[in-house]
């Protein structure tokens, strides 16, 4: 099913929480268009297999680090340590 979405082109989303709810995560997804929460509810009609699995733990994570946004060389904020407070 896997390959079948990814080649069918735009499913990424599926995928992305198939494996979310496959690994116990609870997660909310907002839509108020009806087709797409239909759409949405379809992830309970198959499952990944264990080497689809596999295929997703490969992919390099990037983690989102918001405050590099306010560093600039023009900005309040020259480097990440100007920025942090010095508590975690």
């Not at 699995?53 to 100007?82: S, V």
């Amino acid at each position: 099913m896997f390959h079948f979405l990814l080649l069918t082109g735009g499913f990424e989303l599926k995928i992305s929480l198939k494996w979310a709810y496959e690994q116990g995560v609870s997660f909310v997804k907002k839509s108020f268009d009806k087709t797409r929460m239909e759409e949405n509810f379809n992830i309970f009609d198959w499952k990944l297999s264990s080497e689809e699995l596999q295929m997703i733990t490969q992919i390099p994570q990037q983690k989102r680090w918001p405050a590099l946004n306010f560093i600039a060389d023009n900005g309040p904020y020259k480097c990440i340590m100007e920025l942090w407070d010095g508590e975690i």
